[in-house]
Structure formats: structure tokens, C-alpha cells
């Protein structure tokens, strides 16, 4: 049975960034519960060096001052966003796919036309959606 995996790009990240389009392309962390460590990493905050998991109080004078963002989890707004994801996908698959986290999901394949391009439509959802 052929399976892809869904995987949302640094979510917690891309789900501030929603709210904030001046902030594309700019280094983004989320932090955890009461802001004690990194939970989440744009790709920018990536090649910064920010590693998931360190202590917030060890990088947030350097980050800062290197135009970094930072947010609090907001972990009702990340809820919100995984259900429309997931929503999306049901509404292509309908009941062949699975979700496996809040930013991941696998499809079945199988469920496709055999004549169906999957390149084609790999390239459509992500630049739909």
C-alpha cells in the first residue's frame, strides 16, 4: 500500500506567521509553557543556530539583538490550524488518511486513480494550500 506523509513546515512557527506577514522570511522561535525553552524553529531561527529545546534565558539577549522573534505557545491558535490542515486533507482523501500529530498526517495512495499524477498533484497542494 502506497502511503505519503503530510508534514507541516516548522507549524508552531508558520501558524504565528499567519497573523504576521511582515515576519516572512525572518527568524521565528516559539517558546514552551511558561516560556522556559524553544519548542518550535523557523527555518531562518535554524540557520541561526538555534538548536530545539535550549533554555530561553541562554539565547534571548543574542537572538534579539540578531532581529529575531520569539512567541509564547499558543497552543489553542496551533489546534485551530491543525484542524483546518487536517480538514483539507479529509475533504481530498476522504476517509484514507490518517493523522499522526498535530502537524502530520499519512494518506493512502491506494484510494487514488491509477492514471492519477502524483508529482502533479504534490506540487498542487503545496502551492494551493
Request: with cysteine; proline share 3%.
Amino acid at each position: 500500500m502506497p502511503l505519503a506523509l503530510v508534514d507541516c513546515d516548522s507549524f508552531y512557527a508558520s501558524c504565528e506567521r499567519l497573523f504576521r506577514p511582515d515576519l516572512r522570511k525572518k527568524p521565528i522561535v516559539v517558546l514552551s509553557n511558561n516560556d522556559g525553552c524553544v519548542i518550535a524553529r523557523s527555518k531562518e531561527a535554524k540557520a541561526m543556530g538555534i538548536k530545539m529545546g535550549v533554555p530561553w534565558f541562554q539565547i534571548k539577549k543574542a537572538y534579539l539583538a540578531n532581529g529575531g522573534h520569539v512567541f509564547s505557545s499558543n497552543f489553542a491558535l496551533y489546534g485551530d490550524m491543525s484542524a483546518r490542515v487536517m480538514n483539507i486533507l479529509e475533504c481530498m482523501f476522504l476517509q484514507a488518511y490518517e493523522v499522526y500529530s498535530i502537524d502530520e498526517a499519512f494518506l493512502d495512495l491506494d484510494t487514488l486513480d491509477k492514471n492519477f499524477n502524483l508529482y502533479k498533484f504534490g506540487c498542487h497542494v503545496k502551492r494551493c494550500y
